[in-house]
């Protein structure tokens, strides 16, 4: 969850200037400025996070979880290799900078933003759910906070102006290589499409009881039969 989250809050880090390019920054005037980057910001979510995450809600139960991550990680990393190797021709070129990130935005949603938060709360024992599910949720924030405070600067370093970002390639390659590792640590985790908590956990149920009933049950059903022979 740690590389997601480095990963796409990195990614959120350069808004500003993908707005640039696509002419939605800047202005005459602050009201002029706010305006153009609330709108701008809307059309790349619009466009990218939004029809992400309804793709996910509406084949999360069908193609699966895990697919739907590894898909994810996979296509992400080949942008981040496209932007991180193709930077300067994609400035360049008609909206194609603006088209892979608006890819990178949707395959984000419709990929490791959305499972990562799901599979923790589904896989983990009912005994560690909660703790486990905040364990793994605090190691997203430390992504987000070494997001902002380790490539946020560095996709500025050695600028002159606070516009240009000299390293933001270099940076992208970064997160290329952070989406290839996901690849691979979504191979550890399992599916957990269409199952219940107690089946995910091991407490399967019969009809009416458990199969494998905890010891404080074990110890009322003795309780009860007690009763019954004495009565």
Not at 128 to 152: D, P
Request: proline share 5%.
């Amino acid at each position: 969850m740690s590389l997601t989250s480095i990963a796409f809050y990195g990614l959120g880090l350069n808004n500003s200037i993908i707005l640039s390019a696509i002419g939605w920054s800047g202005g005459k005037n602050v009201y002029e400025v706010f305006y153009k980057n609330a709108v701008g910001n809307l059309i790349l979510i619009c466009a990218g996070a939004i029809p992400g995450y309804w793709m996910t809600v509406a084949t999360v139960d069908t193609i699966g979880r895990k697919p739907i991550q590894l898909g994810g990680f996979i296509i992400l990393t080949i942008v981040f290799i496209v932007i991180g190797f193709a930077y300067e021709p994609l400035k360049k070129s008609n909206n194609g900078l603006l088209g892979l990130y608006v890819i990178a935005q949707f395959f984000f949603n419709f990929g490791p933003n959305a499972t990562t938060f799901m599979v923790p709360g589904e896989c983990f024992p009912t005994r560690y759910r909660s703790t486990s599910h905040g364990l793994s949720a605090a190691s997203g924030k430390v992504g987000a906070i070494i997001a902002q405070c380790v490539f946020g600067p560095l996709v500025h370093k050695g600028s002159k102006d606070s516009s240009q970002s000299p390293w933001l390639n270099h940076v992208m390659q970064i997160f290329a290589l952070f989406m290839l590792c996901g690849c691979f640590t979504t191979l550890l985790i399992p599916e957990t499409k269409r199952k219940t908590l107690e089946e995910l956990s091991g407490e399967d149920f019969d009809s009416d009881t458990l199969v494998h009933p905890s010891p404080m049950i074990q110890a009322e059903k003795k309780m009860d039969q007690s009763t019954v022979a004495a009565v």
